[in-house]
C-alpha cells in the first residue's frame, strides 16, 4: 500500500496466498469510503477506479483453485490459461480476454506463457483496462531461476519485461518459500530490473519442525517396473503423495502399486491410487485432488511436478520425493504435508529417496568444492545459468550429506535465528510444536533395509548371435534414441483417449527396446516383431519395421565410420539422381555433397581419381575412407560383404 515492490520468502502453509487476497479485500473496503475519509486519506499511493490486480501462478491447476477461492472471499476472478480458453470457447462460444474487460473483474489470474502473450498484449491497448491495473502478483517467484533460466519456461524470465509494460503506478509483489539468500536473490532482483531502495525484501524463517525429514537409499534403479522400497505405503493408511521426475517413472509406480495390492477388489484400487499429471484432461485432475482431499479411501497421489508448489492439501500425512533435483525442491514438495494442526501420529514426514549414482555425484562435487554446473561452464564458456537443470550442486550435495539436514537448510536458505510468532487466531489455536532434538534421519538414523538381491550381471538376451552380428554399445545407444523418437511420434500422432492417457513409455517401454536390440539381426520381417507389440502399439507394425530396416542401413554406416545422420542428405541426393542417372562420377558426387568440397570435373573420372574422391570426401567428415576400411579389415569377411554391399553401383 506505499507505492514499494515487495519480494516476500515465507514458509510452506505460512498464509501467501493471504498476501494476495488480504490485498484485495482492503482495496475493496477502501472503495466504500469517502473521499474525505481520514483512512482513505492516510493512503499514499495512486489508486485507479475499479482497480485490477493481475496475479501469475505457475500452474493450471493451481490458478482454477485460486480463482474458486478468490470468488468465495468475495473477489471477482478470472482465470485464463489454455483450458479455460478453449472450454470457453467450445462450450460457451465466448472469449475470456474480452470477458476480462468487464469491470466486475477484480482479479485476473494468468499463467507466465498468457502474461506475455499477443492475447495480453491486444488486451493492454485498452485504455480503460491498462488504467485499472494496480497490481502484479507472482506466486512462487524462485520459479524463474530453476524453470525460466533452464528453458523449461521461458516465460518466467520475461515478467520483468511485462511489468515495465505496465502503468507506472503498478507494483510488484512476489512470494516464495525457497529462495536462497546471496546469488540467487540477486538474480532474482537483476531479472525484475529493480534497483536498489525500490523494493523491500523481507525473509521470515521457511523452517518447519513439525515436518520430520528423512533420507533413503534406493536398493533399485529407476528404469524398472519394480520399486520394493515403497512397499511400506502399501502396507499403511496414510495419505502420501509421490513425487516423480518424470511422466514414465510416475506411471511405472502407480502400474507397481496396482498390482502389488489386493487384487480383489477392483473398485477399491481405483480409489486407493491416482495418478495426477499433465497428460490428464482438466476434469480428470480436478477429479482426483477432490477425491484426494475428501474420500478417505483415496490414499496415494503419484504425481509430477504439476502438483509441487502451491496446492494446499489439510490432510496430507507423508510426501516422498523420488531422486529430487535441488533443496528448493525437497522443500516445496516436502512442505505439501502436514499443512494444518491437528496433526497425524506418528507426525508429518517427507522421506527423499536418492539413487546410488546421485549419492556418489554428491561426494565428487563436495571433494571438488564446486557445483557440476560451473564445470561444465568452463569448459563450454557458457553462463551456467543457460546449462539445463538435472546437474548437481555444491549446495545440494552438502545437503545429500549433511549430519543435520535441518541444520543444513536453515544455512541455505539463511534463516533467522529468532522469528517473530505470528498472532492471527489459527496459529494462537495451533502453536507450532518446538522439538529439543532434531528428529531427521542425520541426527536419528534408521535401521538400514537388507541389500535386494543382486540381479544377474547380464540381462542381454544375445545368445546364439555370432559377435559379428551382435550391436556395439554405441549402435544401442542410437537405437535407443532412434525408437525412443519413433514411440513419441506414434504418441503424439494419436487421436485414441486411452493412449493420450498414457505416457509414451507405454507404447514401447525401454525393457522391450532393450530386447529388441538385443535380438536385432533377426528382426526382418513382422512375425519377427510380432512378440513386441503391446495392445497400445497395435496397428503400428509395419511402422515399426520400417523403423527397423532404416535402424539397418544406419548402423552398417556406423560400422564403417559414417555419421548415421547424414542419411537425410545422403538420401536427398538419391532422390534427386534418381530421374537422370548421372554421366560421370563427379557429377554424382556432386549432387552427394556440397560443391565446394568436391571438385567437378565433365571429364569421365578415372577409377584412382574416384578412390581419391572417396578419400578426400571421408577425410572431410573426419572418417576414413570406405576403400581404407575394407583394405584393413583384419580378415573379417562379414564386414568387408557389408561394405561391398552399400557401395553404389553406377553405371
Known amino acids: 500500500m506505499d507505492g514499494f515492490h515487495v519480494i516476500s520468502v515465507v514458509k510452506t502453509g505460512g498464509g501467501k496466498t493471504t498476501i494476495f487476497s488480504g490485498f484485495m479485500v482492503l482495496l475493496q473496503e477502501l472503495e466504500k469510503l469517502r473521499d474525505s475519509d481520514n483512512l482513505k486519506q492516510c493512503v499514499c499511493r495512486h489508486i485507479p477506479n475499479n482497480p485490477l490486480c493481475i496475479i501469475v501462478y505457475p500452474t493450471k491447476g493451481l490458478e482454477e483453485e485460486m480463482a474458486g477461492i478468490f470468488n468465495a472471499l ?97 507494483t510488484f509483489t512476489g512470494v516464495t518459500a525457497t529462495l536462497a539468500s546471496g546469488a540467487d ?67 511405472r509406480i502407480f502400474v507397481y502399486m496396482w498390482h502389488s495390492s489386493s487384487p480383489s477388489n477392483l473398485l477399491g484400487r481405483r480409489k486407493r491410487f491416482r495418478l495426477y499429471c499433465s497428460l490428464y484432461s482438466r476434469e480428470y485432475n480436478r477429479t482426483s485432488r477432490d477425491m484426494f482431499v475428501n474420500d478417505s479411501d483415496c490414499q496415494v497421489m503419484i504425481t509430477t511436478d504439476a502438483l509441487k508448489v502451491g496446492n494446499d492439501f489439510p490432510n496430507i500425512d507423508d510426501v516422498v520425493v523420488i531422486d ?21 501420529t506418528p507426525g508429518p ?6 539413487t546410488e549414482a546421485t549419492i556418489s555425484r554428491a561426494k565428487a562435487v563436495l571433494k571438488a568444492g564446486k557445483d557440476e554446473n560451473s564445470a561444465v561452464a568452463e569448459q563450454s564458456k557458457v553462463d551456467s545459468d543457460s546449462i539445463r537443470k538435472g546437474r548437481m550442486t555444491l549446495s545440494m550435495a552438502r545437503l545429500i550429506l549433511a549430519r543435520c539436514i535441518n541444520a543444513e537448510i536453515n544455512s541455505h536458505f539463511s534463516n533467522p535465528v529468532v522469528d517473530c510468532p505470528c498472532a492471527c487466531e489459527t496459529c494462537s489455536s495451533f502453536p507450532i510444536p518446538t522439538n529439543d532434538t532434531c528428529q531427521c534421519s542425520g541426527c536419528c538414523p534408521e535401521v ?15 545368445f546364439g548371435i555370432p559377435m559379428a552380428d551382435r550391436l556395439t554399445d554405441n549402435m544401442r545407444t542410437y537405437g535407443f534414441k532412434t525408437l525412443k523418437a519413433f514411440r513419441y511420434k506414434i504418441w503424439d500422432a494419436s487421436t485414441s483417449p486411452q493412449i493420450e492417457m498414457l505416457p509414451p513409455a507405454a507404447l514401447l517401454p525401454d525393457s522391450t527396446i532393450g530386447s529388441m536390440l538385443d535380438q536385432f539381426v533377426k528382426l526382418k520381417a513382422l512375425e519377427d516383431i510380432s512378440s513386441y507389440v503391446n495392445c497400445f502399439l497395435s496397428g503400428h507394425e509395419e511402422e515399426l519395421l520400417d523403423q527397423l530396416q532404416l535402424l539397418r542401413v544406419k548402423f552398417n554406416r556406423m560400422k564403417i565410420g559414417l555419421d548415421p545422420d547424414e542419411m537425410l542428405s545422403y538420401s536427398r541426393a538419391v532422390a534427386r539422381t534418381s530421374q537422370s542417372q548421372p554421366a560421370t562420377y563427379s557429377a554424382f558426387f556432386s549432387a552427394l555433397v556440397p560443391s565446394q568440397a568436391v571438385e567437378t570435373s565433365s571429364v569421365p573420372r578415372t577409377p584412382a581419381s574416384i578412390s581419391n574422391t572417396h578419400s578426400r570426401k571421408a577425410s572431410e567428415i573426419g572418417t576414413e575412407s570406405p576403400e581404407k576400411h575394407a583394405r584393413v579389415g583384419n580378415g573379417n569377411r562379414h564386414r568387408t560383404r557389408t561394405i561391398k554391399e552399400n557401395l553404389i553401383p553406377l553405371s
Not at 349 to 354: D, E, N
Not at 449 to 454: D, E, K, M, Q
Open 74 to 170: 468475495g473477489i471477482p476472478s478470472l482465470a485464463i490459461n489454455e483450458d479455460t480458453i478453449r472450454e470457453a470457447r467450445t462450450f460457451h462460444k465466448t472469449d475470456l480476454w474480452t470477458q476480462a474487460l468487464d469491470l466486475k473483474v477484480r482479479c485476473l489470474l494468468l499463467s507466465p506463457e498468457q502474461l506475455t502473450s499477443k492475447s495480453f498484449t491486444t488486451t493492454l491497448s485498452n485504455s480503460l483496462f491498462y488504467s485499472r491495473i494496480i497490481a502484479l502478483n507472482v506466486d512462487e517467484i524462485h520459479l524463474i531461476l530453476s524453470w525460466g533460466a533452464t528453458g523449461f519456461r521461458k516465460s518466467f524470465r520475461d515478467i520483468g519485461n511485462a511489468l515495465m509494460r505496465l502503468p507506472r503506478w503498478t
Open 185 to 251: 536473490s540477486q538474480k532474482i532482483t537483476q531479472i525484475l530490473g529493480f534497483r536498489s531502495g525500490s523494493f523491500v525484501f523481507t525473509r521470515r524463517s521457511n523452517e518447519r519442525p513439525e515436518l520430520q525429514f528423512i533420507f533413503r537409499t534406493l536398493r533399485h534403479g529407476l528404469q524398472k517396473w519394480l520399486f520394493p522400497d515403497l512397499d511400506w505405503i502399501l502396507d499403511g493408511r496414510r495419505k502420501t503423495i509421490i513425487y516423480c521426475r518424470t511422466i514414465s517413472l510416475a506411471f
Open 324 to 344: 529430487p533435483e535441488d533443496p528448493s525442491d525437497i522443500l516445496q514438495k516436502g512442505g505439501r504435508a502436514g499443512r494444518r494442526p491437528p496433526y497425524s
Open 349 to 354: 514426514c517427507c522421506i527423499c529417496y536418492f
Open 448 to 462: 538400514p533395509l537388507p541389500r535386494l538381491p543382486r540381479e544377474a550381471a547380464s540381462t542381454r538376451l544375445t
